[in-house]
Every structure is written in C-alpha cells, then in structure tokens.
C-alpha cells in the first residue's frame, strides 16, 4: 500500500540546536517534495519544494535533502528558536504534480 | 496582497442542508485544490482543477462536489453534510511554469460542524 509517515508526533528540542525531521514514502513516485510550516488554526505555509533531480536545496536556516532511492526526506532547521515551534508537514506531489499527499505532520517544540 | 480568500471561515450546520464553502486567488494561478485536515489523519485532497472546466477528484470526494467556471473560484459543495463531514476544509492554489508546478499557497481555513 502506499504511505507517507514523519517520524514521532513531536520532537522537542533545546534552542539553538539543530532540529532534524523526517518524512519516509513508500511506493509512490513523487514528482516534487515539498515541506509546510502550520501554526494551530491556520493554513499551511510553504518553505522549501525539491524536486525528483535535487539532491538538497537550502533557505536561509532550512535543508532538505531528498533520496529517492531511500525514500526518504529529511528537513533540518538549524539554530532554532522558540519561533520555530510549529508543525512541519511534509507533502509529495505525483502524478506530475495534479495530486499532493500529505504527511501527518511532525510537531517540534523549540525551549528557550 | 497575493492571497486565497475562503469563506465563510465558520459555520454550524445540520445534516442534509446543502452549502457552499466559496474559495477565490489573485495571483491568477491555473491549477486550484480543496483539502480537508482531520486530527491523526492531516491534509487530505478532496478535489483538484487543473484549469477552467478541468477538475478531478481526490483521495476521498465522496459526497462533495466542485466546479471551476472562473479561473480564480472554485467553490466546494456539500449537497447532503452528514455529521462525517465535519471538519477543517482548506482551498490551495499554485502556479505551473516552465512545465511543473511551484509551491501551493492556502487559504485561512473553513471550520464546518455538521450536527
């Protein structure tokens, strides 16, 4: 069967650490990876997208590697602060992008 | 503002009164999609469109309907809510440039109650 899973519901962490998320898929073929910050009550908020021929991309304090052997992303945010503190979902566009599967999402807690 | 504009951003209805959650974009984005997010279950798609008059379904359409008749609304219909149907609906839209499509960008968030 086809499934998304991001490691633990949450994940705590000390500020200033690096915080690491994972997302594993399994028997899709994603055209594109895509990561979401979503605060409670509101729409997802887009970060970072790589695509199936990226290896990595970075913004800012933020990387995403994508293995498409491994099936598996991962999301690291570096130097995190307490503003950090969200849920991070993790998204896979197949079917040339038409359809996006979403991760249950990751909650990090970033302590001051 | 470029923005995805829902409405309304509440509602509480009964079951079998037919309603409308209304979604529109500015940025003049081709393709437009509606999810809906359930505690333990996330994001799911209910339908997507491609473009005007081009829509198809998602991983779980059942007892929802959509039209595209404007490139930037694309409206969610529930012709019979049943209490199943209560949940946090969210519309997206995104661009497609140089032949694939770029990140999506949501709206705030319909919270329905179906009772």
């Known amino acids: 069967s086809q499934k998304i899973e991001q490691n633990s519901e949450a994940l705590n962490i000390q500020e200033g650490k690096t915080a690491t998320l994972t997302c594993n898929y399994t028997?899709?073929?994603?055209?594109?990876l895509q990561w979401y910050r979503q605060d409670p009550g509101r729409g997802p908020v887009f970060l970072l997208l790589?695509?199936?021929?990226?290896k990595e991309k970075r913004k800012e304090r933020l990387k995403v590697t994508f293995d498409t052997t491994l099936k598996q992303s991962l999301f690291h945010i570096t130097a995190s602060q307490p503003a950090d503190s969200a849920t991070y979902l993790c998204a896979l566009d197949v079917k040339r992008g038409f359809k996006t599967i979403f991760g249950a999402g990751t909650r990090l807690f970033v302590k001051a | 503002e470029a923005q995805v504009t829902q409405n309304p951003r509440y509602l509480i209805t009964v079951t079998g009164k037919k309603l409308t959650v209304t979604c529109s974009q500015n940025?003049?984005?081709?393709?437009m999609s509606w999810y809906r997010q359930d505690p333990g279950l996330g994001l799911r798609q209910i339908y997507y469109?491609?473009?005007?008059?081009?829509?198809d379904k998602g991983d779980v359409p059942e007892g929802y309907k959509v039209s595209r008749k404007e490139k930037r609304n694309f409206p969610l219909i529930l012709e019979s809510p049943s209490p199943n149907q209560t949940s946090l609906y969210f519309c997206?839209?995104?661009?497609?440039?140089?032949?694939?499509?770029?990140?999506?960008?949501f709206g705030p968030g319909t919270r329905l109650t179906v009772l």
């Open positions: 997206a839209s995104r661009s497609f440039t140089s032949g694939s499509y770029n990140e999506q960008f």
């Open positions: 469109s491609m473009n005007v008059e081009v829509t």
């Open positions: 028997n899709y073929s994603p055209a594109y």
């Open positions: 940025m003049n984005h081709e393709y």
């Open positions: 790589i695509r199936e021929n990226e």
